[in-house]
C-alpha cells in the first residue's frame, strides 16, 4: 500500500485547508483510513478516522473544525479542516489500516510520508 498526501501549505489563521491522501495497491476491501499529525517537539497524534462504511471519529483538536471523508471509488481520503489556528501547524500524515470486524487494527499498518500545514 502506498499513500501519498497532498494539499499542505500556508495559511493565516483562521483560513481552511483541504488535504487529500492519494491510495494505491492493496488497499484492502475494508479498511480504515486515518489522518494523524506531528507538531514541532510534540508526539505524534490522531485527529480523525473514518472506516470503509463512512463512521467517522475526530479528536478534541479538531471537533467542530473538521471533516473527513473518503472517496472509495477513488481510493482517497480526505480533510478538510476550517478555522485553522497557529497550533494547528504541523506534518499531516495519512494511514491505513484494515479491519477486523468492526474494529480498525492496530497500530496503523501503512502511513504515507506527510504533508506540512503551517498556520500564522
Known amino acids: 500500500v502506498q499513500l501519498v498526501e497532498s494539499g499542505g501549505g500556508s495559511v493565516q489563521a483562521g483560513g481552511s485547508l483541504r488535504l487529500s491522501c492519494a491510495a494505491s495497491g492493496d488497499t484492502y476491501s475494508r479498511a480504515c483510513m486515518a489522518w494523524f499529525r506531528q507538531a514541532p517537539g510534540k508526539e505524534r497524534e490522531g485527529v480523525a478516522s473514518?472506516?470503509?462504511?463512512?463512521?467517522?471519529t475526530y479528536a478534541q483538536p479538531l471537533v467542530g473544525r473538521g471533516s473527513v471523508s473518503r472517496d472509495n471509488a477513488k481510493n482517497t481520503l480526505y480533510l478538510q479542516m476550517s478555522s485553522l489556528r497557529p497550533d494547528d501547524t504541523a506534518i499531516y500524515y495519512c494511514a491505513l489500516t484494515p479491519m477486523e470486524g468492526s474494529t480498525c487494527v492496530r497500530p496503523y499498518k501503512f502511513w504515507g510520508q506527510g504533508t506540512q500545514v503551517t498556520v500564522s
Open positions: 473514518i472506516n470503509s462504511a463512512g463512521g467517522s
